[in-house]
Each structure stands twice: as structure tokens, then as C-alpha cells.
């Protein structure tokens, strides 16, 4: 816990503050000129639209297919994945927090013609739910659902009321007979993962598409463990995100506990 937090845990704390995006232009080598939405917040790192990396899911990842952002933030991952899934294909892109859920949404329509985010302002879960997610911050930049965790471990005093949802049906409904054409999830919820990609084990198994997914610094060895088996059983190999790249060097089950917080990313073989 920080120190500003601890005050924050005394009662000490502003009000929750709102930040707006501003329109930023990249011109790509393959893809051209492309927008986004860049969120205001001073503590938001923003992010980079790099061919290299549309260039990379492209590997895997044709025009028409259709891509899956679980945890989609203001769509610094979605863009890049609906570039690479074109103008015939289609992403979507799950975010319960409000306060960036309309820069997603921005993102959504920025670039007509050239790709297709579908944004659902809804956390993934079991059963259609109202839930309290906490943040640690009056700008609401990072939380989640801190159910059963003590306030003095993870510190995040904001409360945020948000909406969960079985996305499976969601998802079915959505794609029809182009279940086929899943070709990518991604999920970062804030050490949740391996409960959402559950929740949506079916399509997982039916598709068989490649799956990046956090491995926040709070999952505890064995949660760990088990979303490694998840993919393993699977008959997936699991690769280290690298910086530059996806395809990392492959990761055993103990390789798992070995490093503090990272992504991992399943390919079918």
C-alpha cells in the first residue's frame, strides 16, 4: 500500500476526477493514416499503434476474422487486434469501468472502413450480476473486483459500481456461424483471467484460437499453475510475451512462479 492510500483508507481522499482523450493521428507503412483516442489521465502511460505489431497478428489473424479484448481498457489492444481482423471481420471488446469505457468507444469509431470494435461496457462473470469494483485511485486508472482481498493489502479505497455478464451467449448471439473464424482472445483482468477464459471454455474448445492472458503479481502460485494446465490440457504450447513479440520462448508449468508479473501467450498445436 502507498502512502497516498493509506490516507485515502483514512477518509482523506478527493473526489473521483474525469479526464477526456484527445485525437492523435499515426501514418503506418502498410495500414496508412490511422486515429486514436488517447486518454487525458496524467497517470496513463498512452500507448504506441505500431505496424510491427499488426503486422505480427497478422500471422495469425486474416481480414474477416474475429478477435476478443477482455479487459479492453480504452482500446490500446482492440485497435491493433481490429486492424488485423479488417473491414470484413470484427472485435469485441468488454470494459466495465465508465471512465474508460468512452475512450473505447471513441476508439470504436474512429476509423470507418477500416475495422470494426463492437465495446460492451460489461465485466466478465458466471451469471448476469451488479458488482462493486475498487480502484486505487480518484481517476479510476486501475481495479477490479478485490473480492475477499483485505483493503491494506491491495489499498484501493474507490468504490465503482459496475454490471457483470455471462459473455458467452453474448458472444454466440454475436458471431452465429462465424465461430470458426475466432481467431484471437486476449485477456488482462487484473489477475481474473483464468475465471473468464472458463466462462467461455466452450468457444475456447470449439475454436481453437491463440489466447494471450495476464499473470497479475497477485495470483498466487497455484492460480498460476492452473491457467497454465488450462491451455496445457488443450494441447496448447504457452510462450512468454516478450517485448517485441508473442512468440517467446516456451514456458514449462514451474516456469510459472518464477517470474513476478507477465503475459503469457497459448498457441494450438
Not at 501514418?27 to 505489431?53: M, T, Y
Request: hydrophobic residues 40%.
Amino acid at each position: 500500500m502507498r502512502l497516498t492510500e493509506f490516507f485515502y483508507l483514512l477518509g482523506l481522499k478527493p473526489s473521483a476526477r474525469v479526464y477526456g482523450h484527445s485525437t492523435e493521428t499515426v501514418h503506418l507503412e502498410k495500414d496508412g493514416e490511422v486515429k486514436f483516442a488517447l486518454w487525458r489521465n496524467p497517470r496513463f502511460n498512452g500507448f504506441e499503434i505500431l505496424q510491427s505489431e499488426i503486422d505480427e497478428l497478422r500471422t495469425f489473424i486474416s481480414d474477416g476474422d474475429v478477435a476478443i479484448d477482455i479487459g479492453a481498457h480504452c482500446g490500446d489492444t482492440a485497435l491493433p487486434m481490429a486492424l488485423a481482423c479488417g473491414p470484413n471481420g470484427f472485435v469485441l471488446a468488454f470494459e466495465p469501468n465508465p471512465f474508460v469505457f468512452s475512450i473505447l468507444a471513441s476508439n470504436a469509431i474512429l476509423n470507418p472502413g477500416k475495422y470494426n470494435i463492437v465495446a460492451f461496457p460489461y465485466a466478465v462473470t458466471n451469471q448476469d450480476e451488479a458488482l462493486v469494483f475498487k480502484y486505487n485511485g480518484p481517476d479510476f486508472p486501475n481495479g477490479g473486483d478485490k473480492h475477499g482481498s483485505s483493503v491494506w493489502k491491495h489499498g484501493s479505497t474507490y468504490s465503482l459500481p459496475v454490471e457483470g455478464r455471462r459473455i458467452g451467449p453474448m458472444i454466440r448471439a454475436r458471431l452465429g456461424e462465424k465461430v470458426s473464424k475466432l481467431r484471437y482472445i486476449k485477456t488482462d483482468i487484473e489477475g481474473h483471467d483464468l475465471s473468464a477464459l472458463k466462462s467461455i471454455e466452450d468457444l475456447v474448445d470449439e475454436a481453437r484460437p491463440r489466447v494471450k492472458s495476464e499473470v497479475n503479481v497477485h495470483n498466487t502460485p497455484e492460480e498460476r499453475r492452473a491457467l497454465y494446465r488450462f491451455f496445457a490440457e488443450k494441447g496448447y504450447a504457452v510462450h512468454l510475451v516478450e517485448q517485441s513479440t508473442l512468440f517467446g520462448r516456451k514456458l514449462a508449468e514451474n516456469d510459472m512462479a518464477s517470474i513476478r508479473h507477465f503475459d503469457i501467450f497459448a498457441v494450438p498445436e
